[in-house]
């Protein structure tokens, strides 16, 4: 919710749809990538699909080719998505991976 709030905050309706473009596209990316890992570390696991790995591959493959020109036709705003993003780890952080808590926040949580 409070990135997106900041996302609203530029007033220019292109310029959020280029944000949640490359943030939404890099996570794709991401998850293919991480699914790929999970093939070759943990081969046993039941899969109820299983595709060829030449899919996920090549999926990359352009994936990256596209990620690499978004961020070089447009830099700003490929910087400006990923620190709205990075916002999120202090408190994936704080809030789930951290040591102790204050009682106040676990009640929260």
């Known amino acids: 919710c409070v990135s997106t709030l900041l996302m609203l905050v530029t007033g220019d309706i292109y310029t959020l749809i280029n944000y949640v473009g490359?943030?939404?596209?890099l996570w794709y990316g991401v998850t293919?990538?991480?699914?790929?890992?999970?093939?070759?570390r943990e081969p046993q696991l039941p899969r109820p699909i299983?595709?060829?790995?030449l899919f996920?591959?090549?999926y990359l493959l352009?994936?990256?080719?596209?990620l690499l020109f978004s961020v070089w036709s447009e830099p700003l705003v490929c910087g400006i998505g990923?620190?709205?993003?990075?916002t999120g780890a202090p408190l994936y952080l704080l809030c789930i991976r951290?040591?102790?808590r204050p009682p106040?926040?676990?009640?929260?949580l």
């Open 56 to 58: 996920p591959i090549s």
């Open 32 to 40: 293919v990538a991480g699914l790929l890992v999970l093939r070759w």
């Open 62 to 66: 352009f994936w990256g080719a596209l």
């Open 82 to 86: 990923l620190a709205i993003t990075a």
């Open 22 to 25: 490359f943030v939404n596209y």
């Open 50 to 53: 299983k595709v060829n790995l």
């Open 104 to 108: 106040a926040l676990r009640r929260a």
């Open 98 to 100: 951290g040591g102790p």
